[in-house]
């Protein structure tokens, strides 16, 4: 008996012609693995990881060797002078939310200039939810400037925003639960000319978030100052069980400190104890768990516009995150369809998602995510808000095999009933 006895045979031959068109995206995924995977293991090498690091602390946390290590590697890797990497950042929201905070004082604006911000982000900067402790309540402006029709980021709005008060400038790489398109380096890189062009002095962030070893280059190559982002997405390889990370410019990342801990104490502590070994090898594996991921997600997007759904982006276009969004325009074929994804994953195969209210999101959301580790979006997994166009985000996948079945299971039960 065969996996492909319970698929319909004509949904077979599909696949079959779809592994033929992508093979050559795939191959070149392999070139970006490598080029990842070689800086993140010279990396290890530079600092002389051994064995003793991987132990972790306890109490304080004090001299935690381990911890300064990883955060040094961190900050190499991805382009930065120093990095705060902790288990204590319960989310990647939380490790962005810190930065935004701790950056801006009373008087001082945030500005984002590619769009409305992430929903969670909405309630700490105060434009949605109760308000309490947000930027907004600590009298610090939160303004966005709204993308054009076409999805690219309104230059002459920018710099019509732009003011004397505009402290930092907030640029959000992925998509989000926003039907745009990703921000590429390339065009994250226009976006740090632009602004240092108008406003050399202003601080300018990325909302990192899924966008790690995705190409070959992150913001803080291309000029942005500091980011942050989630260690249950990309840069935890899998591995990681919790935690975020900020890295950048030094003096920024030492003021993000005094947020994420208190003045005074900054990164000096914060105990590690059982978390580092899992941190040092999830990022390590993190350029091919990535890799395989975006692979995945080059199979759903072929796959899926086959059968005549409409996806972002397209299998042949460039990307810069984990994310692959399908269109279903109704909820229940949405709804469907994660379902189906659920049934896919090795975890709580039998568990049955419905869409629900949850903390920092304003619509109701549906997340199908059969993880080994509680939300974790570098796993397979698909979610997003119950409202039009009822637009499912699909991402990760520990394997490429692993995110190859699910589709196509999920294809057959959504689409080919027998
Ligand atoms: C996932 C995500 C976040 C927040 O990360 P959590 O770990 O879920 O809190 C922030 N910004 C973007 C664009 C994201 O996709």
């Known amino acids: 008996m065969s996996w492909k006895d319970s698929i319909d045979p004509k949904l077979l031959a599909i696949v079959a012609q779809v592994d033929q068109k992508i093979a050559p995206r795939l191959a070149a995924l392999d070139d970006q693995i490598l080029d990842n995977q070689a800086k993140v293991l010279h990396a290890f090498q530079d ?4 064995e003793a690091h991987l132990n972790g602390t306890t109490g304080y946390g004090n001299y935690d060797e381990g911890r ?21 950042f319960v989310s990647g929201t939380h490790a962005i939310g810190t930065a935004l905070l701790g950056l801006t004082r009373p008087g001082d604006e945030i500005l984002y200039i590619t769009g409305e911000p992430y929903d969670t982000l909405q309630e700490v900067l105060g434009m949605s939810g109760n308000g309490i402790g947000s930027a907004k309540e ?36 992925s998509c989000g639960y926003a039907t745009r398109k990703s921000f590429t380096i390339a065009k994250i890189k226009e976006m740090v000319d632009f602004v240092r062009g108008l406003k050399p002095d202003v601080w ?23 980011m942050a982002g989630s260690l249950i997405k990309n840069g935890g390889g899998g591995l990681a069980k ?46 091919q768990t990535v890799g395989n991921a975006i692979k995945g ?83 397979f997994s698909g979610d997003g808000p119950i409202r039009p166009p009822y637009t499912l985000y699909l991402q990760g996948g520990l394997t490429y095999a692993h995110i190859k079945l699910g589709i196509i299971q999920a294809a057959e039960s959504t689409f080919y009933q027998h």
């Open 47 to 50: 600092h002389r990881v051994s």
């Open 68 to 88: 300064d290590t990883l955060e040094a590697i961190y900050a190499d890797v991805l382009g930065g002078e120093a990095a705060l990497v902790r288990p204590q």
């Open 138 to 173: 600590y009298g610090i402006a939160a303004n966005y400037v709204p993308l054009q029709d076409n999805g690219e980021v309104d230059f002459p709005a920018v710099k019509a925003a732009l003011t004397d008060k505009t402290k930092l400038v907030v640029i959000q790489r």
């Open 204 to 226: 300018i962030f990325a909302d990192n978030a899924y966008g790690e070893f995705s190409e070959t280059l992150e913001p803080l190559d291309v000029g942005v100052d500091i």
């Open 242 to 287: 919790t935690g975020g990370y900020v890295v950048g410019r030094k003096d920024l990342v030492e003021r993000v400190s005094y947020r994420f801990t208190v003045p005074g104490i900054g990164g000096e502590e914060g105990a590690t104890y059982g978390y580092l070994l899992d941190m040092f090898e999830g990022f390590f594996v993190a350029p």
């Open 297 to 379: 997600a080059i199979f759903e997007a072929a796959l899926l516009a086959e059968l005549g759904l409409s996806v972002s982006p397209e299998w042949q276009e460039p990307r810069t995150d984990l994310i692959q969004t399908v269109n279903f325009g109704n909820k229940a074929d949405m709804v469907k369809f994660a379902k189906a994804i659920q049934q896919s994953s090795p975890v709580d195969s039998y568990v049955e998602p419905i869409p629900e209210q949850m903390a920092g999101y304003e619509d109701e959301v549906i997340m199908a995510a059969g993880t080994f580790i509680s939300g974790s979006t570098i796993e």
